[in-house]
């Protein structure tokens, strides 16, 4: 089979490290190409790259010479696909100019997340929306992107209880400083302490929530109909958003029915999409789970399944937490996912 020619945009960061180590051995893709700023230009990978990850940089990427994300160099090198891990304000233009090129984009920035155009994919939850990049003008190419890192844990707690009618949903997340980048939260303002902001953070979970389990028509995507108030916290944890989401129905809905709708929740065939984890949802029923320190990379949970726990029904509502990989689901694992997933429904020349 045909591999696919890859570059990382954005290499060198915490989400671009983790596309380095999750393809340094992909049946399917790569990797070719590696971008990051003007100042790691030039150099060898290995040599400026604050790696983070805990297995090793993959031996076939240590001698790469990073290319400047601006460059026009990154066009010049034949790619097949690009996997988008810039700061936003910087991916807006490129990925519009990769795409044009004929290039598969995948992005993890919320550059063009909430264009009419561009899908937030996730295969198990919204597999349809990938046929809104038939409405792109790009020729070839195309941008498809993944949720913010806690929206992926949020649809995943929701989709399984849409079919029960949901009125609104509150959510409150714990998140780690590792969504904030490389460059984080500095340790005087986060050692011991909690912030009750992140900035754009509410916006983007009430509006990419909606968006990804709301309805393709074939010609658009209609919104999810519930309400979502989302309120979000930084907390001194290195890896891992937890969520507290309380959930009101229409309808009564007993507590078996909603822990029979995570536990049955599907997953994809494993032998076509590598990536992809066995179960999406692992529920635990201990008190006191799930925690990041204990249930976000286990034997059973390599961090692309959310974890979910405590589920409490009270009336019309249910109450429970969540625990999502925000590098692995949130970010890099889910954009490998969708290319996986592009590739298996033909999208990929
Ligand atoms: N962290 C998460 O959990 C997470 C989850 C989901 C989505 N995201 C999104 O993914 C993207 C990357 O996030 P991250 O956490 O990996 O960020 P990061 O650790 O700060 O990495 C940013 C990357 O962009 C490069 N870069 C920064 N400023 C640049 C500039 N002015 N010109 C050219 N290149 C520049 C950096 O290169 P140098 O090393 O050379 O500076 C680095 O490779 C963001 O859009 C973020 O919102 C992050």
């Known amino acids: 089979m045909k591999k696919y020619r890859i570059g990382i945009l954005g290499a060198t960061g915490i989400v671009g490290q983790r596309f380095v180590s999750l393809l340094g051995s992909h049946p399917h893709f790569e990797i070719v190409s590696l971008t ?7 150099r060898k990978y290995s040599e400026i790259v604050d790696w983070y990850m805990r297995n090793d940089i993959p031996e ?18 034949n790619l097949d696909i690009v996997f988008s891990a810039l700061p936003s304000k910087l991916a807006y233009d490129i990925e519009i100019d990769l795409a044009k090129e004929g290039i598969a984009v995948f992005s993890n920035t919320n550059a063009h997340r909430m264009d009419i155009d561009v899908p937030i994919l996730i295969p198990e939850i919204n597999a ?35 079919k029960f009618n949901i009125r609104e949903v509150y959510v409150t997340t714990y998140q780690s400083i590792s969504g904030a980048g490389k460059k984080g939260v500095a ?45 979000c916290a930084r907390v001194p944890v290195l890896e891992g958003h937890l969520e507290s989401i309380v959930v009101n129905f229409n309808e009564d809905v007993s507590l078996e029915e909603i822990n029979q709708s995570f536990k049955s929740f599907n997953g994809l065939d494993t032998n076509t999409f590598p990536t992809a984890p066995m179960n999406p949802i692992i529920l635990t029923l201990e008190d006191d789970r799930p925690q990041p320190t204990r249930d976000l990379l286990t034997e059973k949970n390599l961090g692309m399944a ?8 009270k009336g019309t509502s249910v109450n429970f937490f969540l625990l999502v990989h925000n590098t692995l689901r949130g970010a890099a694992g889910a954009s490998i996912l969708n290319a996986e997933y592009a590739l298996q429904e033909g999208f990929l020349k």
Do not use: W, Y
């Open 36 to 42: 990051a700023s003007k100042k790691s230009a030039g």
């Open 306 to 313: 959310i974890t979910i726990g405590r589920v409490r029904r």
């Open 60 to 77: 076939n990427v240590r001698e790469t010479i990073i290319v400047n994300n601006t460059d026009k160099e990154i066009s010049r090198e």
């Open 128 to 162: 349809n929306h990938l046929q809104l990049v038939g409405k792109q003008k790009f020729g070839t190419g195309f941008i498809v992107t993944n949720s913010n890192c806690s929206t992926s844990g949020l649809v995943f707690g929701l989709r399984p209880l849409q």
């Open 187 to 231: 340790s005087m303002d986060i050692l011991g302490n909690v912030i009750p902001f992140i900035s754009g953070e509410e916006e983007k979970m009430e509006l990419e929530t909606k968006k990804i389990l709301g309805t393709f028509d074939g010609e658009q995507i209609q919104d999810a109909d519930f309400d979502i108030n989302a309120s």
